[in-house]
């Protein structure tokens, strides 16, 4: 676990020397929306316009609130919705350019760990059905050798020994062996990248550790890429090297981990950051300050910034008609949003003298 | 506040060797095993423990909701020094559940009416118990309610399909909260919110507790947050109570070893502690061990541990583990008294 806190801010500037792995291009996933079962009526814009870099063996998070289209960013990552518009790269290729056999190749190089274990496993079948399937689908006929894959990443994912749970059904394990189970499947086709969607929410405190964890050991022994898709910033640390903060569609700040926890730029990662409590007797004893409102809804954003409306900071004129660029507020550390531009450095000290931390 | 001064006074709840057991067809499961428990008034207490330890059941025995496989329940609940295990179903649903108690179930954003605006809910409690009330003034009532939770009064006359899950859980405190109780129990009132709406509920809250004085019981694996609104803690551990502590003394420094693995096991948003796990399993209650049910996943296990240990008293701490055997001022409760082995 120490090598946990300790590669977190190294690897950062190294992530830049490796390959990239996986490439988000101007990515838009809209949803038609229609008038009376036909005509079009708008969109949801879910994902509108993210571009990120994944470098191999690197470990990013992606946090956001519920509605904020980190699940659809990451559907369209797994390449289950085709964009409306833009690119994912898998080492230079378009996901979607090699039709249904490019993209059936390009699933078995990514693994997928759902959110909730119970419901991701079919309960109709044992554990060595669910993880055989993978395999007989990318063509393995031997069924010994098959069943030694099994038995390695059971071990691998500390199941064992095997042979206590190759026969049980999903409602026989506790939580957290559920989620070993999923993290097997996902992990039994050797893939380069893992999509992990809010992996130990679910669980309890000390499970949640556990599989934690277990999922940054096996991040780190095969050198592979993690988009962990999460709510909660407090388990982020633990895990990502990079952090990607999501608001309506947007990611709006983009930072190495430490970086990001000491020094948010953006009013929404501070306002998020200060909503989580570390356990402490004093809480109990103050109010939490929380922007007002809503997110807003995808169908009609509010123009310029998204966050705006909900925004102490605001500049009015520019914040609500203008869409912020991104702006490298610190070295290596990009938000997009105005009072970063050189233009508003005075209206920046409001904001800045809410950063301080201890 | 009012927390200082009535230390002296009768707790608002007080449970003596509560039990609660359920038949299954593997056997008895011994979700409550005599829980011997206080809460003065005015303060919030938070009971915590994983999955399964008996902290929604508790809730439940307190409350007398039970489902229909109860096989044991025995023990006395005192409110506000009145015996209500004594009380007759029909007598408890009239005078207490609800009136006295009420309750925020788990997932309660999920848990209202369909079909019925949200207005007619918050304030059927009240027309039920209040056989007073008049229609109008149940109404008035629950728009004053909804301005204490924070749902803007143009929400009264929607249904729940229209109300985000903030706003809905928000429905759900003020349906508790409109019968005015001395108790409000919560049960998992945030887990499947977002944060920055667990940090506005808990907000709500805890001004509801400065302003009106409630006393509340908050139920969570959560401990990061269940500090927000925490003047006690107590801790929950295979059906038993292990530790119930003041919250300052409890967060600088748990005193049960079980207590102190969970906290280690709480992520912190910044600072460099390592997480550290539990090894091993809660055990089984359908037939837990005979001794200290930690024991087996204890570091600091010795001979001693294989007895059932007493809640010891710490100062105003109570812990349930033989370590502080020692140190103890004496034994809290109503259990067997330890035979002083010297």
Redo the contacts between chains.
């Keep these: 676990?120490?090598t946990m806190?300790q590669t977190a801010p190294s690897s950062a500037p190294m992530a830049s020397e490796k390959n990239v792995l996986l490439s988000v291009r101007n990515l838009k996933v809209w949803y038609e929306l229609r008038k009376w079962g036909f005509g079009l009526a708008g969109y949801v814009k879910a994902v509108d316009n993210v571009s990120f870099d994944l470098h191999e063996g690197e470990a990013i998070a992606i946090v956001g609130?519920?509605g904020c289209g980190k699940s659809s960013l990451m559907k369209a990552i797994l390449g289950l919705v085709r964009p409306h518009d833009g690119q994912i790269l898998y080492q230079g290729q378009d996901i979607f350019a090699g039709g249904r056999a490019g993209l059936r190749w390009y699933r078995s190089q990514v693994g997928y760990v759902q959110q909730d274990p119970f419901g991701a496993l079919p309960p109709f079948m044992s554990v060595r059905r669910i993880l055989e399937e993978p395999l007989i689908l990318i063509g393995m006929k031997n069924r010994e050798e098959r069943l030694a894959r099994i038995r390695e990443v059971m071990e691998e994912v500390k199941l064992s020994p095997p042979e206590d749970f190759l026969n049980k059904f999903p409602h026989m394990l506790?939580?957290g062996q559920q989620q070993r189970v999923v993290i097997a499947r996902a992990m039994i086709r050797n893939p380069r990248l893992m999509v992990a969607d809010e992996p130990v929410s679910m669980l309890?405190?000390?499970?949640?550790?556990?599989i934690?964890?277990l999922l940054r050991q096996i991040q780190e022994e095969h050198n592979l890429a993690v988009i962990y898709i999460t709510?909660?910033?407090?388990?982020v640390?633990?895990f990502s090297e990079r952090i990607f903060v999501m608001y309506a569609g947007k990611l709006i700040e983009k930072a190495p981990t430490d970086e990001l926890?000491?020094h948010p730029q953006h009013p929404y990662t501070l306002?998020?950051?200060?909503?989580?409590?570390?356990?402490?007797?004093s809480?109990?004893r103050k109010?939490?300050e929380?922007?007002p409102g809503?997110p807003p809804s995808l169908v009609s954003p509010p123009p310029g910034c998204r966050f705006h409306p909900r925004c102490k900071y605001r500049i009015e004129g520019v914040c609500d008609t203008e869409v912020p660029p991104e702006f490298e507020a610190r070295p290596d550390h990009f938000t997009a949003c105005w009072l970063y531009d050189e233009r508003f450095a005075d209206r920046r000290q409001a904001l800045e003298a809410d950063l301080q931390?201890d | 506040m009012s927390a200082q001064s009535s230390t002296s006074a009768q707790p608002v709840l007080k449970t003596e060797d509560l039990v609660l057991y359920f038949r299954t067809t593997k056997g008895v499961v011994q979700a409550v095993d005599h829980v011997d428990f206080e809460l003065d008034e005015g303060r919030?207490v938070v009971v915590i423990g994983?999955?399964g330890c008996g902290k929604t059941s508790f809730a439940k025995a307190v409350l007398r909701l039970l489902p229909r496989n109860v096989d044991t329940y025995t023990g006395r609940v005192y409110l506000d020094g009145e015996d209500i295990m004594e009380l007759d179903d029909e007598e408890f649903r009239l005078r207490i559940r609800w009136a006295k108690m009420s309750l925020v179930p788990q997932a309660a954003m999920n848990a209202l009416n369909p079909v019925l605006r949200v207005s007619d809910q918050v304030a059927e409690p009240l027309l039920i118990h209040d056989r007073q009330v008049t229609k109008e003034e149940a109404f008035e009532r629950a728009r004053e309610m909804f301005g204490y939770v924070g749902v803007p009064e143009s929400f009264l006359h929607r249904y729940p399909f229209e109300l985000?899950?903030?706003m809905r859980q928000r429905v759900a405190i003020a349906m508790a909260l409109i019968t005015r109780p001395r108790l409000i129990i919560l049960d998992e009132p945030t887990s499947a919110l977002?944060?920055?709406?667990?940090?506005?509920i808990?907000?709500v809250l805890?001004?509801i507790k400065w302003e009106t004085g409630t006393s509340y019981m908050l139920i969570t694996?959560?401990?990061?947050?269940?500090?927000?609104?925490?003047?006690d803690v107590a801790v929950m551990y295979a059906g038993q109570m292990v530790e119930n502590s003041d919250?300052?003394s409890?967060?600088?420094e748990p005193l049960h070893p079980y207590a102190k693995?969970?906290?280690a096991?709480?992520?912190?948003?910044?600072g460099?502690e390592?997480?550290?796990?539990?090894p091993g399993?809660p055990p089984s209650l359908l037939n837990p061990p005979s001794g200290c049910r930690f024991a087996d996943r204890c570091p600091f296990r010795f001979e001693k541990c294989d007895e059932d240990p007493p809640l010891f008293l710490v100062g105003d701490r109570k812990v349930k583990c033989w370590l502080f055997e020692k140190e103890a001022q004496g034994v809290y409760g109503t259990q067997p008294a330890v035979a002083t082995g010297d």
């Design positions: 676990m120490t806190t609130e519920s506790s939580g309890d405190a000390s499970v949640r550790v556990e934690l964890k709510h909660d910033l407090s388990t640390r633990y926890l000491w306002a998020l950051l200060n909503a989580i409590s570390d356990p402490d007797a809480n109990a109010l939490r929380v922007p809503e931390f | 919030a994983e999955s985000s899950g903030g977002d944060v920055l709406t667990q940090a506005n808990m907000n805890k001004k694996h959560d401990v990061a947050t269940s500090s927000e609104l925490a003047d919250a300052e409890f967060f600088s693995m969970l906290m096991a709480v992520p912190k948003l910044r460099d390592e997480l550290e796990f539990i399993q």
